[in-house]
């Protein structure tokens, strides 16, 4: 090689190394100026990185449209009702981020296996890192994430689009299952309408059973969630659920209580309210409740009716349970067997998972599933999504 070519790499190579000097030290600049390396560089192409360039436009619980990836490949489930939607709609193997209640739950994880190594996320937060790490190109947020504000405002300065999911009624919620499905591509979009489907049939079934009990012989509930005095709302799902059953939803028909979300009682509304059953949505509920002295004298804890619903993908019932048509089924038949006597509850549940969800319920896990306990994973996840609040926010 000639000293003038030599010369020539050397200036090109000084060149180079000058120009990356500048870079370094403007970006360092940037930040100390309160810049943001997500607003410098295009963050959507990071955040949309190995997903479909094709979009669709679906519209969320609050109406709004929003363009989305026609077939997602990174998902982010803010939320444990989302969550445990995309898993039994078949796509869990997109999920990037969800709730540790859906990553520890036994079902959820035989259903995809690969949940065991997915990001653990808070519904009422969002992790800019974390997203960004994995490439998310769409997530699902709770009502209360966007009635925040701050927190979707990260969102939208990451350029990655965020679908709204919410719900308070039974009809509301049959909705919602199907609004995940959309967003998560074609394929679970289908599957979720089937389970969608299952889910108004049921409840059709159950509601067709409850309009025969005349009013002055429908039992008198009361709906513990979580905490023995954590009850429902006036307007909540929980107390539309539990009144389709042929109940009385002993708090919900008190005026003022509550709105869609849960309401504190005290012991001594509960006395008052006088009811014939009490029905934890937990085990520790239940056992909080009898193994307390002050809860004897109640008609309900003497006669020896205090319940915990089963428990499966979550706790049937609770706001972030897609399968509450399975709790409104289990009530009906506990509150009056003799108008369920030709419908077996266990052939029910074995068959709706091994034809609309695909897996089989084996013996022990009927049993833990009737127990209402033991189907989370041990040393897994926490109890995210299983909190109060609004909408589809939290879980029971």
Request: proline fraction near 3%; charged fraction near 20%.
């Amino acid at each position: 090689m000639t000293t003038q070519k030599r010369g020539a790499k050397t200036v090109l190579a000084s060149a180079a190394v000058g120009l990356l000097i500048v870079a370094v030290c403007g970006l360092g600049l940037f930040a100390l100026n309160g810049g943001s390396l997500a607003t410098l560089f295009d963050v959507s192409a990071v955040a949309g990185q190995g997903s479909a360039t094709e979009t669709k436009e679906v519209v969320d619980s609050l109406g709004r449209t929003v363009s989305v990836p026609a077939d997602p490949q990174r998902i982010a489930a803010l939320d444990a009702f989302s969550g445990n939607v995309c898993v039994l709609a078949g796509a869990g193997d997109k999920l990037m981020g969800a709730p540790g209640g859906v990553l520890s739950n036994e079902l959820l994880r035989e259903l995809c296996p690969g949940l065991e190594s997915v990001e653990q996320l808070s519904g009422n937060s969002v992790n800019v890192e974390t997203l960004l790490s994995a490439g998310v190109d769409v997530a699902l947020v709770k009502r209360d994430l966007y009635d925040g504000g701050e927190e979707t405002a990260k969102l939208d300065k990451l350029g990655i689009p965020y679908v709204v999911v919410d719900y308070s009624t039974v009809e509301e919620q049959q909705d919602a299952i199907e609004l995940v499905g959309r967003v998560c591509g074609p394929a679970a979009a289908e599957k979720a309408a089937a389970v969608a489907e299952y889910y108004r049939e049921t409840a059709a079934l159950v509601e067709e059973r409850a309009a025969s009990v005349p009013e002055s012989e429908r039992k008198r509930v009361y709906h513990s969630i979580n905490d023995p005095l954590l009850t429902d709302g006036s307007g909540s799902l929980g107390a539309d659920w539990v009144a389709r059953c042929g109940a009385v939803d002993v708090s919900a028909g008190e005026a003022g209580v509550g709105g869609t979300g849960d309401y504190t009682a005290t012991l001594e509304q509960v006395y008052a309210w006088n009811p014939d059953v009490i029905v934890c949505s937990t085990a520790d509920a239940r056992s909080a409740i009898l193994g307390d002295a002050q809860w004897q004298g109640m008609a309900a804890v003497a006669a020896g009716e205090v319940r915990n619903l089963p428990v499966s993908t979550s706790r049937w019932g609770q706001r972030g349970d897609p399968e509450t048509f399975l709790g409104m089924l289990w009530l009906g038949k506990t509150l009056y067997p003799q108008l369920y006597e030709d419908v077996d509850l266990e052939e029910t549940v074995r068959s709706y998972y091994r034809d609309v969800v695909g897996l089989d319920i084996d013996d022990a896990t009927w049993e833990a599933i009737v127990a209402g306990e033991g189907l989370r994973a041990e040393g897994s996840g926490g109890q995210e999504g299983q909190g109060s609040g609004s909408g589809s926010g939290g879980g029971r």
